[in-house]
């Protein structure tokens, strides 16, 4: 079993045509747990061959969503910036806190401001969801509302989420996590999301439509919002 426990230099980039992942960090603040996982995360892509692009909510840099805003002079460049670094990526990994049990407000406007763009760029982008809370749940019912967003895009969000309780006690000095159980949950989590990602970019014969039930055409004018 690898362990997802390094603080990796995620620089390094895999071999050509390797799978490339943006990992971004739903938290702003220097010290931030989540942006602890988001390496350890991003550390454990790299090590399964693949490109990790780590990334935090504040280098895109965003106002409130307004319509008139974009209506007058588009997105701002922030939105523009995650939409490329969206695009160029063939999976995302987001660690995100929660805060009061759903989506901090700077990554929901981050995500409303980026599906603006066409094609929409969240549409079939394979996802795993990831967060960190002093609390016993570790964040969880945050990711069950980050959820709605991206499956409503159309993102291919991953079944299994990890959510680290007591996080600001579960790291080393080094950076990694001092439980050698949650060390391999983190990095079979990691793994197997990476397995079905590259299964579902390279094999085209796996590749599925979105559909919102059965029966609808994804041309239909009721999906139009996670298409392109
Ligand atoms: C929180 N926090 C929090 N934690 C939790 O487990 N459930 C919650 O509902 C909330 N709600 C909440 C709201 C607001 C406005 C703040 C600022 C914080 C605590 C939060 O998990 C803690 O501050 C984490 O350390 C935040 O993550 P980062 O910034 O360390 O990654």
Redesign the pocket.
Known sequence: MTEANDVTDVTASGGPGALRVLVLAG?S?EG????RLAALVAGQVERSGAVADLARIRDFEMPAYDGDVEAGEGPPPGAADLRERLIAAQALVIAS?????SVPGVLKNAIDWVSRFRPQPFKDKQTLLAS????M?G?NRGLWALRIPLEHLGARVYPDMFSLAM?HSAFREDGGLADEGLRERLAATVDSFLALAEADTRYLCLQRRWYEFLGDESSAPVTQRAED
């Open positions: 938290s603040r931030s747990v989540n942006a806190p929660e805060y009061n049990a960190a809370s002093p609390s749940v964040g996080a």
